[in-house]
């Protein structure tokens, strides 16, 4: 899903912004056949952002910082578990993206090029354009100042901040469910519903675990790339995204509690039902054999000479029933 402003639309195709930083302030925004010259000055920072590149691009944008090959063809196919690969002196992580896409979640991936002087983001389906990152890392000087390490964890941690909502309107669902699901029984759509809730969570959550192992990752000392004051920035994303697999547990938990009171609620009715199938049975069975004996056409039944035979038989099949009735209604049974 394009998020892009219609000035990012306007730049090259692909291309959503490139500029380059000194001292945590922009300088100029650039061509991307000039950034590699900019990366190589001391004290400056290149930052690129694409969206959905050709691979002709990505070709380009490799030329200019030397990115290996492998990593420029995983970030072209964008089928990547998340992931953090060391290059010689440069890194490539991949990411999992989530938005909520027409009631469902959206998975998307982005791709981070880090090395000395330069950081090039490239973004895959369902994200929120980092031009909203671009614009918080640029009103705080200061922090920007530290380099390409701090544009890495500003977009990670946007990208894992950006789990929550996904998370919240899930959870508006999942308690709708919790509160239904004891009061009546789940149909065909409830059920699909609850097994789609729960496939989509157990996604995010593979997109969310392996991230919190590339943060760890980032935390090591022999990590390249990274200097050692922001590695407990990285500390900080691996505690969000702890948040994060939490709340899809207890999620997915509430979502098998649910599916299984659904399961018994469903089966005590159909125990209920024979119940009352059965003591309804019993209570018919009384009649039903006084009128099977009666109907064997016996010639010596002491009953049929007498005047009141008939009425008396049907006075005590009628007790019958009605205690019958009373002791089952008594049971629990009807």
Request: with cysteine.
């Amino acid at each position: 899903m394009d998020e892009r402003t219609p000035a990012e639309k306007r730049q090259e195709a692909g291309v959503v912004a490139a500029a380059v930083y000194q001292g945590g302030r922009k300088i100029a925004d650039i061509e991307i056949d000039e950034a590699g010259k900019w990366a190589k000055r001391e004290g400056h920072v290149v930052w690129i952002g694409l969206y959905e590149p050709s691979q002709e691009l990505l070709e380009r944008v490799g030329r200019q910082f030397s990115l290996h090959h492998l990593a420029i063809e995983d970030a072209f196919k964008a089928h990547q578990f998340p992931k953090l690969e060391e290059y010689q002196d440069s890194l490539f992580i991949v990411a999992r993206t989530a938005q909520m896409v027409d009631g469902r979640i959206a998975f998307g991936e982005t791709h981070l090029f880090v090395g000395v002087g330069y950081v090039v983001s490239v973004r895959h389906g369902a994200s929120s354009s980092y031009a909203h990152v671009r614009e918080r890392c640029e009103a705080r000087v200061e922090r920007l100042s530290e380099g390409e390490d701090f544009i890495v964890y500003a977009i990670l941690d946007f990208i894992v901040d950006n789990y929550f909502p996904v998370l919240d309107a899930i959870d508006d669902r999942v308690e709708d469910i919790e509160d239904h699901v004891l009061t009546k029984t789940m149909g065909g759509a409830e059920i699909e519903q609850l097994y789609t809730l729960r496939r989509d969570l157990l996604h995010l959550r593979n997109a969310a675990t392996p991230l919190s192992d590339v943060c760890r990752r980032l935390e090591r000392s022999d990590v390249v790339a990274i200097d050692p004051v922001m590695r407990p920035h990285f500390r900080d994303v691996r505690d969000h995204l702890r948040r994060v697999q939490e709340r899809i547990d207890t999620m997915r938990e509430t979502l098998a509690f649910a599916f299984e009171a659904s399961l018994m609620n469903a089966q005590m009715q159909q125990t209920d039902i024979s119940r009352r199938l059965a003591a309804w049975a019993a209570i018919l069975a009384v009649p039903t054999a006084i009128a099977g004996i009666y109907g064997m056409n016996f010639e010596h039944m002491p009953e049929l000479k007498w005047e009141y035979g008939y009425y008396v038989v049907l006075g005590a099949t009628a007790m019958v029933c009605a205690y019958l009735y009373y002791r089952l209604r008594r049971a629990g049974w009807l």
